[in-house]
């Protein structure tokens, strides 16, 4: 029963001290929530913007021809957002990776 409160103890003295020596302060957390919400917004806006612009159009097609058809709006703009994703995914899945390698690799200084 003494080892088990000394290991606790140590344990305890170990952990206090590793708190004082981390350098993960708010601004690291804050800098790293930012690169993360803008990479979300940029892969994000990379499916969204030309779906977006292709339902504008549609829009504006079927106000002209008085057509009020919903398939015609959605059909064009579900294969543009395929399309995006097909092309962009390679660039999406790079920019995730990107950022998760600079992640993994800032572990160490932001720790120690």
Known sequence: ??????KRKHVARV???HKRECKMGPEVFVDILRDALLLVIM???????PSL???LCV???QAATSINEQTLSF?????????AIIY????GIQKIMDYT?????SIPSVVS
């Open 43 to 49: 892969l994000v806006s990379a499916v969204i913007l």
């Open 75 to 83: 059909l064009p703009r579900l294969i543009v957002t395929l399309l």
């Open 88 to 91: 962009g995914g390679h660039w």
């Open 59 to 61: 829009a504006i097609f």
């Open 1 to 6: 029963m003494a080892w088990a409160l000394k």
């Open 53 to 55: 612009f292709v339902g």
């Open 101 to 105: 390698f600079r992640l993994v690799a």
């Open 15 to 17: 952990l206090i001290q």
